[in-house]
Structure formats: structure tokens, C-alpha cells
């Protein structure tokens, strides 16, 4: 393993692990004593990595509320508050939509699907702008205080970032805010769609994130309800089943949740 600080790969293995069982190294050029989590996120965690990414996920992924997540950790022999909880999702949400948002960086289809949907935040509506493909998989979503012109071209600014293409087709509901933003930032040679029969898909997609949040009564602020929003539409667009796919679905979901706990881990 590399010395985090000078990045000297002569570095001798230690015989004591720490007190969670990481192992412990020593760097020859730096005379430096570091463990497999040094210059992580998870350095100064008194609990495994593995069940604070296992806390994160299950948040993120399933209708559980912060004591449930608890309750769920105290089976397994881990005493944590409800707070502890939260604070980690508010520190390691963003790294898991991070993670997953460059893994799509420059994938996209040439027809985009958006419309935006309700979310309560304290209690007052936003609106979460989402994006899909033809056949489902997420482009990007952004959540928004307002439904104008300014919020529909940053969103298209997001999209067209992280497909790194233009689009040839756009499905929108027929809100006169898609159309100038369109024009300003695609262009004139999309074709802009406004049928609600062809946008059918893109409502559908709503129900997840729907699903998910009702049982939580709202949101107490914006950074909050943005960085959930973001992270849950993360997490659901990779364990997405994609057909047609050779494996069993637990099997595609094994495989799937493995992966990203390892590659969050590293």
C-alpha cells in the first residue's frame, strides 16, 4: 500500500491493527504511521466502513426513517443514536450520487424525456426536474425552488453536461418554460415533442421518488430535501434492473450492491 502523504510505495506492514481490525502501515521516506482508511472520508469513524455505507444505503434505498435504520444496526450489535444516523447520510449521501453520477458521464441516448414533479419541503412545494431516457435510465435530476425559465435552462446546462452530447429528440409536458430554455441552450435543430401520451413514460418514473417520500411527511429544508432527492435517484437508476439481462434479479442486485460498496469503500 502507498503512503498517502508522499505516495512512496515502500511501505512496511505493521503486526497491530487498529482498534476496528484495519490494518497498519509504516512509510521508510516520510517516517509516517498510517491505517487503510488515512486520507479517506472515513478516517475519523468510530464504526466499520462497511456498516456506515450499509446505514447510507439502506436510507437511501428502502422506507426506513432514521430509528428504524437503528433499531435495524442494534440487531447487529451496533449501538447508535437516530442523530449519528443523519449525520452520516449527510456526509456520505453526496459521495454515493457523486460516484454514481460519473459512471454515467458521457452515456446518453439522442432522446430525452423531462418533467418535474412536487416535493413538500418545509412546508412549501418544489419541484424536482427529472430526465430519462427511452428506456428509463436516468439522465440527471435537480431540485428547484421555482418552475421558470432560469430553473429549466440550468437543468438543461446539468444535462448537457453530464451526456456530453446534444440531444435529437425532447419530450416535455407543455409548460411554455421548456420551450424558450430549449431553443437558448439545445438549440433549433432538436425537435421539441409536447404530448403528454409520449411524456407518459416520464410520469411513471415519478412513482419511485413518490413512494419513497411520502412516509417521510416532507422535508425541513432545501439542502436536505436536494441531497436526498439526488442520492435516491442515484441509487435506483444503478440497481435498476435492465432487461433483457442473463442473471436472476437477486443475483443482478448481489452483484450491483457489492460493487458499489467495495468501489465506495476504497
Known amino acids: 500500500m502507498s503512503c498517502p502523504r508522499c ?3 515502500s511501505t512496511l506492514r505493521r503486526r497491530t491493527n487498529t482498534s476496528l481490525g484495519y490494518r497498519t502501515y509504516y512509510c521508510r521516506s516520510c517516517k509516517r504511521r498510517f491505517n487503510e482508511r488515512t ?5 475519523d469513524l ?4 462497511d456498516i456506515v455505507l450499509m446505514a447510507v444505503l439502506w436510507r437511501l434505498r428502502y422506507k426506513l426513517s432514521f430509528r428504524d435504520v437503528t433499531e435495524l444496526l442494534w440487531q447487529r450489535g451496533f449501538k447508535i443514536s437516530h442523530e449519528t444516523v443523519r449525520t452520516w447520510e449527510y456526509r456520505f449521501a453526496p459521495l454515493v450520487s457523486e ?3 460519473s459512471k454515467r458521464h458521457g452515456r446518453s441516448g439522442r432522446s430525452w424525456y423531462l418533467d418535474e414533479t412536487y416535493v413538500e419541503v418545509n412546508g412549501r412545494w418544489h ?3 427529472r430526465a430519462i431516457d427511452r428506456d428509463g435510465n436516468l ?3 435537480m431540485l428547484s425552488q421555482h418552475r421558470d425559465k432560469h430553473a429549466a435552462r440550468r437543468f438543461l446546462r446539468r444535462l448537457l453536461e453530464t451526456s456530453e452530447s446534444k440531444p435529437l429528440r425532447l419530450t416535455t409536458d407543455e409548460h411554455p418554460t421548456y420551450r424558450k430554455a430549449i431553443r437558448w441552450i439545445v438549440g433549433r435543430k432538436a425537435l421539441h415533442r409536447t404530448s403528454r401520451y409520449l411524456n407518459n413514460r416520464t410520469e411513471q418514473s415519478h412513482r419511485s421518488i413518490k413512494q419513497r417520500y411520502y ?5 425541513r429544508n432545501f439542502e436536505s430535501a436536494s441531497r436526498f432527492c439526488t442520492a435516491f435517484d442515484e441509487l435506483r437508476n444503478y440497481l435498476r434492473i435492465r432487461p433483457p439481462t442473463s442473471l436472476d434479479r437477486r443475483q ?5 450492491w457489492s460493487t458499489l460498496m467495495a468501489e465506495l469503500s476504497a
Do not use: I
Open 7 to 9: 505516495e512512496d510505495k
Open 39 to 43: 486520507d479517506t472520508p472515513f478516517n
Open 46 to 49: 468510530q464504526f466499520p466502513t
Open 99 to 101: 460516484r454514481l453520477r
Open 127 to 129: 419541484y424536482l426536474y
Open 139 to 141: 439522465f440527471d435530476s
Open 215 to 219: 412516509p417521510m411527511l416532507g422535508f
Open 252 to 256: 443482478f442486485f448481489s452483484q450491483r
